[in-house]
């Protein structure tokens, strides 16, 4: 698909959009220090967009559903309005634009995982004592990577947890590719 530079601007800013809502659900849902500096960052990035729908979407067990919602209606209205700004290339019906959102929703969610998995990985290169950055993303990733730990065996200091959650996120992203591989990709 080429995208004229409007389309690719409006494309882009909905992709890091997403990213940050999902990053605020998920460091609610995993009770990310709230009065860190990226916290309250991302808090006050996304709340006048937020706050509205929080009226009618509460948080459900730490679970941020309105950022959520917003994100599935974001990667809904992408195409439609990519579409207005520029030919018309792809002609869908409402219910298949709404299951690309939801399926932009689920991929931002895993190169979510993926981003902060290798930020956390190169900043453990260079560990020189506590670090703000680290210890969030520590919050972040300790509960995804605690159920795998107890599966593998112990190996002393090396931790293989995180490679084989990157290996089964990117797997997971092969196998969608593989049923729906159009969606996916417009996803």
Known sequence: MGLNSLQFLVYTLINVFSFVLI?????????????????????????????PLQKFLPTVKGLNTAALVLCIILG????????LLGSAELAASPQAYLF????????????????????????????????PLQYTLYQL????????????????????SPMLLAFLLFYANRVMYDIAPILWQLA
């Not at 932009?104 to 506590?130: C, D, K, M, P």
């Open 100 to 131: 690309i959102g939801l399926l932009h929703t689920l991929r931002t969610l895993g190169e979510t995982v993926i981003y902060v998995l290798f930020i956390q990985a190169i900043l453990s290169w260079f560990n020189r004592g506590q670090n």
């Open 23 to 51: 990053l605020r659900t998920w460091f609610q849902y995993s009770r990310v220090d709230f009065y860190n500096p990226f916290s309250q960052t991302l808090v006050k990035f996304t709340q006048p967009v937020v706050a």
């Open 141 to 160: 990733t300790e509960p995804l990577l605690n159920p795998i730990r107890r599966i593998l065996p112990n190996t002393g200091m090396i931790d293989f």
């Open 76 to 83: 809904t209205i992408k195409y439609p309005l990519i579409d």
